[in-house]
């Protein structure tokens, strides 16, 4: 498995979440399964599955987390000497040239992007146009609703 790029808080909250369910989610589907157990014929329980099937989602999110942990590059971006430039984890203000509306995106890990917090991940087609350029760099990226370009305003390392 090829390593898998996180900031130190997309990796706080991988640890978070597998200690969640570790902790309070996998002994409350045990609870649900020997409770639906006990109500007696196991083939026409549909407590019993769908608890079963909760199970079986939570253990698969468990060696998921687990995983991508073990595999982890955890990017603490504060100590990086990118010179100005757009890097993993850094925070970029833009400029969107074609409808002059300045956006906000940190450059994170696939499982940390959310685009509401303007959180996005290092393999989305704005992330990769905008990696390597610096503050004043105008570039261009084409998505599915056409050519996009930006004018890099600030890059911030937090």
Do not use: W
């Amino acid at each position: 498995m090829n390593q898998v790029p996180l900031t130190i808080r997309g990796a706080e909250k991988l640890r978070e979440e597998l200690e969640r369910l570790k902790r309070s989610e996998r002994p409350r589907v045990i609870e649900a399964i020997a409770e639906a157990r006990a109500h007696g014929d196991l083939k026409e329980n549909a407590e019993y599955h769908a608890a079963r099937e909760q199970q079986g989602f939570i253990e698969g999110r468990i060696k998921d987390i687990e995983g991508k942990l073990a595999h982890a590059q955890i990017i603490d971006v504060t100590k990086l000497p990118a010179n100005g430039r757009v890097v993993f984890g850094s925070t970029v203000n833009v400029l969107e040239l074609d409808k002059d509306i300045e956006h906000t995106f940190q450059i994170v890990g696939e499982d940390e992007a959310d685009l509401k917090q303007g959180k996005i991940s290092i393999a989305s087609p704005i992330a990769r146009c905008l990696i390597g350029k610096s503050e004043g760099d105008v570039t261009s990226v084409k998505v599915p609703g056409g050519v996009r370009e930006f004018e890099i305003l600030e890059v911030q390392y937090v």
